[in-house]
């Protein structure tokens, strides 16, 4: 997804932000229950050549960027991930940073996470970014331009996926149920998990 995005994601018509619109009633990242938006990325050949040719080489060093920056990571050559302190209060001072930084500005977006989503894990990494997003709210493009009825933004685009203080607390296992359904396992007729 990620070198298709850098080869063929074209800011003038491959980016398409619907809101207000239907959401997920399990995502709470929206303004109300079931109310959201959508953020739709469009990256086809179409017979063309590709936009872009020479992806970003090294990743930005955290210590050059800002002290609220703990680590600096990559989802192949279209997003820079980017882990902020818990303490970050915005995202502003850093993205203004990464958009003039010699690298940094080659990724065309710049994911922030918050702490608690390892870099190193991809998986994780996804799961951290899409559940705490909401593009209409989320969505930081370095300029935006209006041409007709349309919004067009231009890269690099920062996307906040951190943890927002709105958010509800995150579901926990209880132990004690935990232990109980262990002990019936067996009885309910489930397969081992190995």
């Known amino acids: 997804m990620s070198w298709a995005l850098w080869r063929h994601l074209d800011a003038k018509s ?12 399990l995502d709470f990242t929206g303004p109300a229950m079931n109310t959201g938006s959508r953020l739709l990325l469009i990256a086809t050949k ?36 980017v882990q902020v302190k818990s303490s970050c209060r ?26 608690d989503v390892p870099l190193d894990d991809p998986i994780m990494v996804l ?3 899409f559940t705490r997003f909401d593009p209409l709210r989320d ?33 926990e296992f209880d132990p004690e149920v935990e232990k109980r359904v262990d002990r019936m396992w067996e009885q309910l007729g489930l397969p081992e998990i190995g």
């Open 90 to 115: 915005t995202i502003e001072p850093i993205r203004q940073v990464l958009n003039r930084h010699e690298e940094g500005k080659n990724y065309l977006f710049h994911i922030y996470v918050s702490e």
């Open 139 to 171: 969505l930081y493009p370095a300029r935006r331009t209006v041409a007709g009825n349309r919004l067009l933004f231009d890269f690099p685009i920062a996307i906040d996926a951190r943890w927002k203080k709105r958010y509800p607390k995150p579901v």
């Open 127 to 129: 799961w951290g970014w």
């Open 14 to 25: 491959g980016i398409h932000l619907l809101a207000p619109t239907a959401q997920d009633t």
């Open 46 to 81: 179409g017979g063309k050549e590709p936009i872009r040719s020479q992806p970003p080489v090294h990743l930005p060093d955290p210590a050059e960027l800002h002290p609220e920056v703990t680590q600096t990571g990559s989802l192949g050559p279209a997003f820079l991930l």
